[in-house]
């Protein structure tokens, strides 16, 4: 019997190549396998058909930990046999098949690990050890199919003993295109801040006491470089704050082990298999009682990013010191992509840093780290890159088009919906600027080559303005697509759905900003949504506040919070006596108090802005220099509280009064702690918006209701919502396998524009 198949799926770099050849091998078949540039996998069998069903079996039973399959299409041939043996034949450059990708990156995995600390092993100690199970995948590639000339370990040849092992069907690197030793791979070195090379003969562990000293190092991993600094010294932490511009925003860290990680956060069990999985994510813990880490690494936070080390390098940086963590921010200058070539880290970081700590092997794609907290025991994706990226998100309908979504303008992503897989680019970030929107442009580009897409759609938000509506009028034009506007907000909800197959819901969608329908300022929205002809509705929402200055009300919230509390208390003493918070001081807060006589202000139903007024009330942040800084800082404090204050939600035909609760927290904050207070405002939102979408949700005769939007990765409002709408016996959805925040909005905008009537 003769059989050829095609296996579609995550085929390549996972081997799997090594894996059918040990198998056809091992039944006593002839034939070949190869790599396609579809990202696919072609192998033909001759042989018994025993032994092909046998082999056939295998396949599916023994595969490889990495590999996935979409489909496995079989066809018989005719004619006689013409192979005597198996062999993995050289790759070829046909594409027809659509939906394979290659992996994302690995963490290092146990195998590895133990040869790196095997004095005998030929890899001991080498900084880039990896195998057919783990190492960068993603961030190497220039294009398909996946082999090592066609990976930036093309400058690499190997050596006589990596060839072998490459070569040798039971050695554990038989094919892997990352091989490398110490003789023949890349190069660590370390240099000064002006980049002049310093002759260390351990450069890693050099690089990790120079840490531990003090210094600022740029450090030049998978998917570009981080900075990293000491978390127990302030002293470097506050000049890297200072050169950085950073002056609230959290770093993550890498702890050496989570041995280490327990000793100054909490990690749950879920926590910590999110810590260990092959992904190695930054994860959001709680800080424990014992922290004892600079205050200057989270500030004003009750919770720390960690990861743990992800490659041979980070464990080294470790060996000759006692921290037990570094800091390790992307290294990015302001509102740019995270830095990838050594050029461009000297350029870039030489005011930042004290030494680099680079390696020779070019990144082909830029890709920060993920990030991820849980709510009790869900996971809750933050930025979904690194480890994830671009690997497909499989879901349970098929398009019929193929559709391009661009996303947003903040935390933006892009992604490609392909029948029943959705691919999600890494994180791009704020597509405001130059810079960025050539990232989105070549990160976008890749992805359509990576998963060889024949794009029909492309989909952008209502927003007139955004760089992204333009990159797709643009790309419409050009190639002829057809081009799809989704309000942002429907878009969050319709993701919503789409991860959890339901055909109709009543989406609370709660954000900073986005882009109304009638052209406001939208963020807190009741959504009703069927699948059925415009089955979007905007049903209820927050009540419109006023924006006093536009866009400074974001920056300075107690901006934000004068609008809403004008005409309820006398603001003038408050103001005034708040007035070192504003940057221009009296004479600011006296044109503000001028203002507030006006009647047109911009409003917005923000639930963010008034997450924000409250923390600004409460004296808890009068000024955001980081996206969700006052709400973010505000549920740090509300962790630690009760609802003393217990007010009663105050709902007006469709809409939540947020002056009453402003107007509490204002009226009391003498007469409850903060973290009450705080809690409680939380409370009075959760419930209200939880009794609004109920009551549609009855009025509708819908039995879900779900949670969307920048907000939802709000631990308190989620699980304080989700309570209440179970216990009125509906459903309650919450995101899973895209962020609820704008880094999901490009999922939400195919899904959208596909399933359902836009
Ligand atoms: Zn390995
Ligand atoms: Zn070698």
Known sequence: MRLKIQVTGIVQGVGFRPFVYRTAVRNGLSGYVKNRADAGVEILLEGQEQAIRQFLKNLKKDKPPLAKFHHIITSKLPGRNEHTEFVIKKSSNEAELSGSVIPPDIAICNDCLIELRDPKDPRFEYFFITCTNCGPRFTIIEKLPYDRENTTMRAFPMCGFCLNEYKDPLNRRFHAQTVACPRCGPRVYLTDAKGKVLREKDPVREAGKLLSEGNILAVKGYGGFHVAVSTTKPKPLMRLREVKHRSQKPFAVMARSLGATKTFAEVSKNQEELLTSYVHPIVLLNKSREYYLSDSVAPGL???????????????????????????????????????DNDEALGTLKGTVDFFLFHDRQIAHRCDDSVVRTHGADMVFIRRSRGYAPAPITLRRKAKRCVLGLGGELNNTSCILNEDKIFLSQHIGDVDNIETRGFLDEATKHLIRLTNSRIDAVVCDLHPKFVTTHLAQQWAEENSWQLVRVQHHYAHVAAL??????????????????????????????????????????????????????????????????????????????????????????????????????????????????????????????????????????????????????????????????????????????????????????VYLAEGLAALAIEK??????????????????????????????????????????????????????????????
């Open 302 to 340: 009750h919770n720390i990013g960690v990861m743990l080390p992800y490659t041979g390098l980070h464990y080294m940086l470790f060996d000759k010191v006692e921290d037990s963590a570094f800091v390790m921010t992307s290294a990015n200058p302001p509102n740019q992509p995270i830095t990838k």
């Open 697 to 758: 949700a009855s009025e509708n005769n819908i039995k879900t209701i779900g949670f969307s939007g920048g907000v939802a990765a709000n631990e308190i409002l989620t699980l304080t919502m989700g309570k209440i709408v179970k216990a009125s016996g509906l459903r309650f959805l919450v995101h899973r396998d895209v962020p609820p925040g704008d880094a999901g909005l490009s999922f939400g905008q195919a899904v959208a524009s596909e399933f359902f009537h836009f």
């Open 497 to 682: 759905m789409v991860e959890h197959d339901v055909g109709e819901i009543v989406g609370i969608c709660c954000d900073g900003y986005g882009y109304g329908i009638d052209g406001e300022a939208w963020g807190g929205e009741i959504l009703s949504c069927t699948d059925e002809a415009s089955g979007f509705k905007r049903v209820a929402h927050l009540e419109a506040q006023p924006m006093m200055g536009g866009d400074l009300a974001t920056y300075y919230p107690l901006r934000m919070a004068a609008g809403i509390l004008h005409g309820h208390v006398d603001l003038e003493d408050w103001l005034l006596g708040n007035r070192r918070h504003f940057p221009h001081g009296e004479k600011e807060v006296n044109i503000i108090l001028q203002q507030l006589e006006k009647e047109n202000v911009i409003r917005t139903t923000s639930c963010g802005r008034v997450l924000d007024a409250v923390s600004a009330v409460l004296g808890i942040c009068h000024e955001r220099t980081y996206e969700g800084e006052p709400s973010v800082k505000l549920e740090s404090i509300a962790v630690k509280g009760k609802d003393k204050l217990k007010l009663k939600p105050i709902i007006r035909g469709d809409t939540l009064d947020t002056t009453k609760l402003l107007l509490g927290i204002f009226e009391n904050k003498d007469k409850h702690s903060k973290a009450d207070l705080a809690y409680s405002a939380h």
